[in-house]
T-cell receptor
Framework: DAGITQSPRHKVTETGTPVTLRCHQT?????MYWYRQDPGHGLRLIHYSYGVKDTDKGEVSDGYSVSRSKTEDFLLTLESATSSQTSVYFC????????????FGQGTRLTVV | RKEVEQDPGPFNVPEGATVAFNCTYSNSASQSFFWYRQDCRKEPKLLMS???SGNEDGRFTAQLNRASQYISLLIRDSKLSDSATYLCVVNGGGTGTASKLTFGTGTRLQVTL
């Protein structure tokens, strides 16, 4: 299995609080992604990174920010959590732009109450 | 219309049966295609890539029909362990910093004794 870990794996937080999710990889892959998965929707891209300090928005980026200060770490921050951000969050990595294969972390189950 | 559409199922089949899933996509410029498997409460994992006219891997066969914009997954001699959700994934290409990967909502398969 690819070396990609997410932390925490589960979190319950209150509305209005900031939350940071961490993705750590040991594969030295250039591309890293944050997705959310909700019932009735496919995985939806929140933000992605194509290198250290290089990030861009995905299709559902509102309310989220990211940072990548090292190749191996990609952080997702919910600035002020809302109930609509209750979801399962997956980090993914890929070696190339063309998604020859994307490897996913085990997911973080976030509940905003 | 969704960019990638799948029948959500569930498909309930007996062990040993052959089952097929279809997936349609709307972006005719899509460049590459994948089937991912996702077990309950787990991360998606690549099952097969579908690059040209299709390919086979053991009991699994993936086909691509560019003219009709659909891909299919055929599973022969179904096993209990094949029970999972199968995600159709389309790489829409793009000239930006990363390719646009779009996920279907998945087709659930339940193989029974």
């Amino acid at each position: 299995d690819a070396g990609i870990t997410q932390s925490p794996r589960h979190k319950v937080t209150e509305t209005g609080t900031p939350v940071t999710l961490r993705c750590h990889q040991t594969e030295n892959h250039r591309y890293m992604y944050w997705y959310r998965q909700d019932p009735g929707h496919g995985l939806r891209l929140i933000h992605y990174s194509y290198g250290v300090k290089d990030t861009d928005k995905g299709e559902v980026s509102d309310g989220y920010s990211v940072s990548r200060s090292k190749t191996e770490d990609f952080l997702l921050t919910l600035e002020s959590a809302t109930s609509s951000q209750t979801s399962v969050y997956f980090c993914a990595i890929s070696e190339s732009k063309d998604y020859t294969e994307a490897f996913f972390g085990q997911g973080t189950r976030l509940t905003v109450v | 219309r969704k960019e990638v559409e799948q029948d959500p199922g569930p498909f309930n089949v007996p062990e040993g049966a052959t089952v097929a899933f279809n997936c349609t996509y709307s972006n005719s410029a899509s460049q590459s295609f994948f089937w991912y498997r996702q077990d309950c409460r787990k991360e998606p994992k690549l099952l097969m890539s579908v690059y040209s006219s299709g390919n086979e891997d053991g009991r699994f066969t993936a086909q691509l029909n560019r003219a009709s914009q659909y891909i299919s997954l055929l599973i022969r001699d179904s096993k209990l362990s094949d029970s999972a959700t199968y995600l159709c994934v389309v790489n829409g290409g793009g000239t930006g910093t990363a390719s646009k990967l779009t996920f279907g909502t998945g087709t659930r398969l339940q193989v029974t004794l």
